[in-house]
């Protein structure tokens, strides 16, 4: 794929995972994730770091490249294009709590690559994207959850005073 081809790559996003201080439990779990969803052609990893924020609110910011024991990220490592600059790291994390490390991940969507390609040939143009908060999906999906049951609940109420009113009307 040549990287100046915008209509070779899928959609491009990144992931930042805080771990506030004395929470994280690195089991090698998440980078067999990461792993994973590579073989299996679902995403591309286009870069990754670690940041710490210390309690003063000093950064260090590690590029997974430059780890000594990568594990699993190995084959990964490989072919990382190492895009986040300077900038970047000092941009993400603002949000982090002093005191905690986070994860950045910088990756392609692989999945929707033919896709993108496929609109992109039929002459479409991306004009917006986004992504919404697993959190936030969760909460929708509570509240219409809610709002079916209190329909439902009323739906019964009705059906049992037009029961009584018919009864009553015998």
């Known amino acids: 794929m040549a990287e100046n081809e915008p209509e070779a790559y899928g959609p491009v996003d990144f992931l930042i995972v805080q771990f506030p201080a004395g929470t994280s439990n690195f089991n090698g779990e998440i980078a067999e994730e990461i792993v994973r969803l590579v073989d299996a052609g679902t995403i591309r990893v286009i870069d990754m770091i670690v940041i710490t ?101 009323e739906e019964a109420i009705e059906e049992e005073i037009a029961s009584e009113l018919a009864e009553g009307g015998r």
Do not use: C, Q
């Open 53 to 153: 924020k210390d309690a003063d609110g000093n950064l260090d910011a590690v590029e997974i490249s430059d780890s000594e024991d990568l594990g699993p990220l190995t084959e990964i490592e490989a072919s990382l294009a190492g895009l986040l600059a300077e900038e970047d790291v000092a941009h993400l994390a603002a949000a982090m709590e002093p005191g905690s490390v986070a994860g950045v991940l910088v990756y392609e969507n692989l999945w929707a690559a033919p896709f993108a390609a496929a609109a992109r040939g039929a002459g479409g143009v991306v004009i917006a994207d986004g992504r919404v908060n697993a959190d936030d999906v969760v909460a929708a999906f509570a509240a219409i959850a809610e709002i079916e049951a209190e329909a439902e609940l």
